[in-house]
C-alpha cells in the first residue's frame, strides 16, 4: 500500500537556523504531496503543495520540491522563527489516492 | 466560521459506555475522514466516506463505527469505549480528485478512565 516516511523528531533549532524536515513515499503513479502544520492545541492546516513531479510548493517562507526520481517531498526554510514551533506532517493523496500520513515531526525554536 | 466543525471537543468517559463524536462541514465536500493522533504514531484511518451512500474502513477500524447522515455530516461511534481508545479525534473533509487538499477540524480530545 500507499506510505509516508518522515524524519522522526523533535528537531531544536535556535532562531534564524536553517530547516530541513526529510520525507519520502511510496506509492503507484504521481499522488500529489503536501504539508500539514499543527500548532499546539489545533487541527491541521495546509502549509503547502505540489501537485506534480518537479513542482515546487512554497508558503511563509517554507519550500518543499516534489522529487519523482528520489520519491522525496523534503521541507526546508531558510531561517526559523519561533513562531514556526508546531508539528509537521508530511502526506500524500489526490485522484484516487486515500490520504496518507506520516507520523509527524515536532519542531521546536528557541529564541 | 470553520469548515469543518467537531463536537465535542473534550469528553471524558468510563469503559463501556457509548461515545458519539460529530463533525459537520460547510464547503459541500463530498469526501470525509475520520483520523485517530496518538503521540508518536502520527494520524491513522479510522473511516471514510467518498459520498453519502460510501463507508469504507480505515487502518484502525476496530472499535468504532460510522455514520454519514447527509454529505455535510459524519459521525464516529465508540459503542463500548475502552481505555486505548483514548486518544485526539480528527474530522477531516476533502481529498478532492482535483486538489487532494483536506481541511480539518480542531479534533476531540476523549479520554476513557
Known amino acids: 500500500g500507499n506510505s509516508v516516511t518522515q524524519m522522526e523528531g523533535p528537531v531544536t533549532l535556535s532562531e534564524e537556523a536553517f530547516l530541513t524536515i526529510n520525507c519520502t513515499y511510496t506509492a503507484t503513479g504521481y499522488p500529489s504531496l503536501f504539508w500539514y502544520v499543527q500548532y499546539p492545541g489545533e487541527g491541521l492546516q495546509l502549509l503547502l503543495k505540489a501537485t506534480k513531479a518537479d513542482d515546487k510548493g512554497s508558503n511563509k517562507g517554507f519550500e518543499a520540491t516534489y522529487r519523482k526520481e528520489t520519491t522525496s517531498f523534503h521541507l526546508e526554510k531558510g531561517s526559523v522563527q519561533v513562531s514556526d514551533s508546531a508539528v509537521y506532517f508530511c502526506?500524500?493523496?489526490?485522484?484516487?489516492?486515500?490520504?496518507?500520513f506520516g507520523r509527524g515531526t515536532s519542531l521546536i525554536v528557541h529564541p | 466560521d470553520a469548515d469543518v466543525t467537531q463536537t465535542p471537543r473534550n469528553r471524558i468517559t468510563k469503559t463501556g459506555k457509548r461515545i458519539m463524536l460529530e463533525c459537520s462541514q460547510t464547503?459541500?465536500?463530498?469526501?470525509m475522514y475520520w483520523y485517530r493522533q496518538d503521540p508518536g504514531l502520527g494520524l491513522r484511518l479510522i473511516y471514510y466516506s467518498f459520498d453519502v451512500k460510501d463507508i469504507n474502513k480505515g487502518e484502525i477500524s476496530d472499535g468504532y463505527s460510522v455514520s454519514r447522515q447527509a454529505q455535510a455530516k459524519f459521525s464516529l461511534s465508540l459503542e463500548s469505549a475502552i481505555p486505548n481508545q483514548t486518544a485526539l479525534y480528527f474530522c477531516a473533509a476533502g481529498g478532492a480528485p482535483n486538489t487532494g487538499e483536506l481541511f480539518f477540524g480542531e479534533g476531540s480530545r476523549l479520554t476513557v478512565l
Open positions: 464547503k459541500g465536500h463530498d469526501r
Open positions: 502526506a500524500l493523496s489526490g485522484g484516487s489516492y486515500i490520504p496518507t
